[in-house]
């Protein structure tokens, strides 16, 4: 798509990202036309309390950075404000972005996302996985500073006495997720200046082998950091985890700032090249 013709699309004219002058530039705020389609965030599981508070959180932090944007909130499951009824009262000529809201490819709930999509009346166009992305190492740093297991600042500044040496990035899907969670545990490594590796989640054996790696490459205390939302897993399903691994875990990311402005950043990049996304409808 060109910047000055978009071929008859319904999709506004290309938009740019407003990049504020200095070091501090944030690519996370988009410039946009008056009109620009509707986000929809695409909710794994059914709407539940704390499901609708994440959404809400990060919802308002990704309007900050697009301002003006109608979002939304649709759920896999359940009945209550479900993705294909969110996608039904679309009545917009231009077509809905939905983001889904996860860290890394998880094929149950992309295949779900896209059965949903291809059976809306509308247009849809559906954005790439918020991952991997320094801000979600940035997310997954502060989760673990608020449990008091790792320094707030980056490396340089003095640890807790009570920090982790050694970190899992514990991620929700399959092979290409834990690649994805590769590559935040060398950002966070980075960030930490300590060892960090992936594993899945729903494999207590691959996490204990993870740990097990980390003890033996002379790390004394290990925690386990999920890098995932919280709504892809379960609260009972992440009570078991950690139980089963027997570490000290952090929380999800839930809706830190980065993961708003992330979905931000996935909305921008459809807009300014539909190619980059699925469309249905």
Not at 15 to 37: D, I, K, M, N, V
Not at 201 to 230: F, N, S, Y
Not at 231 to 244: K, L, N, S
Request: hydrophobic residues 45%; proline residues 9%.
């Amino acid at each position: 798509m060109g910047s000055e013709d978009h071929g008859g699309s319904p999709l506004p004219v290309r938009t740019t990202r407003h990049l504020r002058p200095g070091r501090h530039s944030s690519p996370h705020q988009l410039s946009l036309p008056a009109e620009s389609p509707a986000l929809v965030l695409a909710v794994p599981g059914a709407a539940c309390q704390a499901s609708e508070e994440i959404a809400a959180e990060i919802a308002a932090w990704a309007g900050a950075s697009c301002p003006g944007v109608t979002i939304t909130a649709g759920y896999l499951e359940g009945s209550e404000n479900h993705l294909s009824k969110i996608l039904g009262s679309h009545h917009s000529r231009l077509p809905a972005v939905v983001v889904p809201l996860l860290t890394c490819p998880y094929p149950e709930v992309d295949e779900a996302i896209a059965a949903i999509v291809a059976a809306a009346d509308t247009p849809t166009l559906v954005a790439g996985h918020l991952g991997p992305h320094p801000f979600l190492a940035e997310a997954v740093h502060a989760r673990l500073s608020e449990a008091g297991l790792a320094r707030a600042g980056r490396s340089g500044r003095i640890s807790l006495v009570s920090a982790a040496d050694g970190v899992i990035v514990g991620a929700a899907g399959d092979a290409e997720a834990i690649q994805a969670a590769g590559v935040i545990a060398v950002l966070l490594a980075s960030r930490l200046t300590i060892p960090a590796v992936p594993a899945p989640l729903a494999d207590p054996a691959a996490v204990r082998e993870a740990a097990e790696r980390l003890l033996a490459a002379q790390v004394t205390r290990v925690m386990l950091a999920p890098c995932v939302i919280g709504p892809e897993v379960p609260a009972d399903a992440m009570t078991a985890i950690t139980a089963g691994s027997g570490l000290e875990c952090a929380p999800p990311l839930g809706g830190y700032p980065t993961i708003g402005q992330l979905v931000a950043i996935r909305y921008g990049a459809v807009l300014e090249d539909p190619q980059l996304a699925d469309v249905s409808g």
